[in-house]
Each structure stands twice: as C-alpha cells, then as structure tokens.
C-alpha cells in the first residue's frame, strides 16, 4: 500500500486569471506550478501572488498537452484545476451565451487536455447554469470515461467565509478513489457581511484615491448619480429617491427587474454578487453602505475573498477600473479555491491505492 499523503499535490491552473483559484489552493497546501491564461494583464498578479508559480500566456486552445506533462514532477500527485470564462453561461449575460460564441468551447479544451494527460485529479468551477448544458454533459461523459470519481454541487461561497452572495457549480474528480465535497462551515449560520469585510477601509471620496493604497479608489461619480446616492439608505435603492432623480425606465415600469440596481450594501449583509462592473455604481447593488460613492476597487477585491495585500498591479504601472473590475469579478474567491484544496488534501490523507 502506498500511503498518497506524502505525495505533494501539483496543480496547474488553466485559464488562471489574477489567481484567485491557485491562492486559495496553495492556502490549503497544493503546490501550485504554473498558470496559463491569455489575458497578459492577469501574468504581474498571478506570479507576484502565487509563490514560485510562473505564468504561461496562452490561448488554452492551443496549448500541447506535452507542455503541461513536462511541468509536473514525476513523484507528484497532479492536479489540473481549470475555470473556463464562465460569460458564456452567465444569468447575467442573457441571449449572449449561445453556441456561437467561441467561448463555449473552452470546456472541451479544458477536456482534451484532461484526456491527454490523465492527472489524478481534476477541478473546475462555473456557474451553476453550466450543470444544464450539454457541454457539461459531454465533459461528465469524458471524466467517467477515465475512471474518475466525480463530484459536483452548487456551493454557496458564503458558506465558505465569503462576505458575498456568490453561488457557484464546482466539480472535483480523482482517479484515486471516491471523493465528496462537503457542506461549508457556515452552512445555516450566520455569514460574513460586508461591514465584518470592509468597515474599516478608510473612507474615501467619489473619484479619490487613498495615499497608502493605489487601489483602494473609487469612480467619480455623475453629479446625477451623486444625487442619487445620497438619497439612498444603507441597503436602500432606488425607490428611496425622489420621483426626479428616478431613471425614465424605472419610472416607467414596475422597476421589479431594477430592483439591485443604483443601489447601496448593508453593512449587516453579505455584499451582492460581484460582477465585472462592480466598481459602478448604476451597474448593480454597488454603492457602499454609507459614503457617496460606489466600493473602490480595493473594497470589491476584499468582498471577492482577496486578503487586502493582494496585489493586483506593478508599482508605477496605469490602474484601470475596466480592467482590474474584469480580472477581481472574473476571479475565482479564494476561500472557495481554499474549501476545494482542502477537499482535495483531506481525499488523498484518506485514500489508499490498493496494489
Ligand atoms: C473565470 S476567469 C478565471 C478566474 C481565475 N481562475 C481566478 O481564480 O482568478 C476565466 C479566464 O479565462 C481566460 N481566458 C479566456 N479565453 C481564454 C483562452 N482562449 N485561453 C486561455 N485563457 C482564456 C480569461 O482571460 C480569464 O482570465
């Protein structure tokens, strides 16, 4: 009998982003090699936080499976972790995600570089829609086919330490033996909110920046949404606001849709799911729960799970809210990443290969 915990877990981490993934992973003790995505902006990021881990800038379509054989250590348990952009199957992309956009194809990518090399273990997250979609049928049908053991479930990030409301689909597989994902440790307690995550952020104006913390900076805001802000209670919204300051559309219709639009946190709740925009105050429930401005870029890196040092940009390097509002609301939130390393690390401690 081979006891599998005194082999490290050697992960590779496909479509890697800023590396929220790979951080919660390495939090729980998988060692993780390298990252391959092909947005450049995520490479000062992925390797200035994921100690020792280079970053490959690649199209995953074309990257050869003999590259990845050739990072993994012989004596490793190897582990391909991988979250294809998610936009395609996104609620808040509706009528985009159709099977046109070449995106849906990143999974079956995600797939043959699976098939090609075999690793003992297998993760992915998306959003939970993607469990409907015969492209997450096909990529059962492929794992099964190899012999793993597979497990997936919508996860409440919340339950998982996330000031958020964040649900996600997430899959592990291992050709090691059975394996399970377990419940969070704040299943049916109470949650982290916004105010345990960001109360004592140093205040800031709409459109300034914090001397110490280029990224702890928020949008200027319109002096129309200005108005409106400031006529929002904590946890309030647009109906607070005067009949003038209300938007033609929720004038017009019953406002039901736009109800988590224009819209402040509660101190007292998880913050709303993030989005890529989440540094805009129109864009959704940005607002923060009683300054007049929308969360800073800092503020929605920490309500993503990031620890407040992460660091996102090179000294001297331009800071853009488009950008840096992409790589945080794309981003996996690492104490999920950290719940998936865990499970992992807990299923090789207690699983045996027979000879
Ligand atoms: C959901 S995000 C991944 C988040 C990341 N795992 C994290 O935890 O921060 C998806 C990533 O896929 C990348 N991507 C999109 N198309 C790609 C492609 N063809 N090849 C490689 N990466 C791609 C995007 O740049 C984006 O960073």
Redesign the pocket.
């Known amino acids: 009998m081979i006891h599998l915990s005194s082999h490290p877990v050697a992960a590779i981490?496909?479509?890697?982003?800023?590396?929220?993934?790979?951080y919660g992973l390495e939090a729980a003790g998988v060692n993780i090699l390298a990252g391959?995505?092909?947005?450049p902006s995520?490479r000062y990021p992925f390797e200035a936080n994921i100690t020792g881990a280079r970053f490959l800038e690649?199209?995953?379509?074309l990257l050869a499976p003999e590259e990845l054989a050739e990072i993994w250590p012989q004596d490793s348990l190897r582990l391909l972790?991988g979250?294809?952009?998610?936009q395609p199957f996104s609620p808040y992309q509706r009528g985009r995600g159709t099977p046109s956009d070449s995106?849906w194809s990143?999974l079956r990518?995600f797939g043959r570089l699976v098939r090609a090399t075999e690793p003992e273990l297998v993760t992915t997250?998306n959003v939970p829609r993607l469990m409907g979609t015969s492209v997450f049928g096909a990529f059962l049908e492929l794992l099964r086919e190899l012999d793993y053991s597979i497990a997936y479930r919508t996860c409440n990030c919340a339950d998982y330490g996330l000031p958020q409301k964040r649900r996600r689909l997430v899959l592990i597989a291992s050709r090691l033996g059975p394996i399970d994902i377990p419940e969070g440790y704040l299943s049916g307690l109470q949650p982290k909110t916004v105010g345990d995550a960001i109360r004592r952020m140093p205040p800031i104006a709409s459109g300034e920046v914090n001397a110490t913390d280029p990224l702890h900076r928020s949008r200027t805001l319109q002096d129309i949404n200005r108005q409106r802000i400031q006529a929002s209670a904590p946890g309030g919204s647009w109906r607070d606001w005067p009949e003038e300051l209300r938007v033609p559309c929720h004038r017009r219709a019953s406002g039901r849709r736009f109800r988590n639009v224009y819209a402040r946190m509660s101190w007292d709740e998880p913050a709303p799911t993030l989005t890529t925009y989440f540094y805009n105050f129109g864009a959704g429930r940005f607002g923060h729960p009683e300054q007049d401005r929308a969360i800073s870029i800092r503020e929605g890196a920490i309500l993503q799970g990031f620890p407040a040092e992460y660091d996102f940009v090179e000294s001297g390097s331009p800071i853009s809210f488009t950008t840096l509002g992409r790589?945080i609301g794309?981003?996996?939130p690492p104490p999920l990443?950290a719940a998936i390393g865990q499970t992992i690390i807990h299923h090789i401690r207690n699983v045996r290969l027979g000879t």
């Open positions: 981490d496909l479509f890697c982003g800023v590396g929220g993934l790979s391959a995505d092909i947005d995520c690649r199209d995953a379509r972790a979250c294809a952009p998610c995106r990143l990518e997250e790589l794309n981003a996996v990443g």
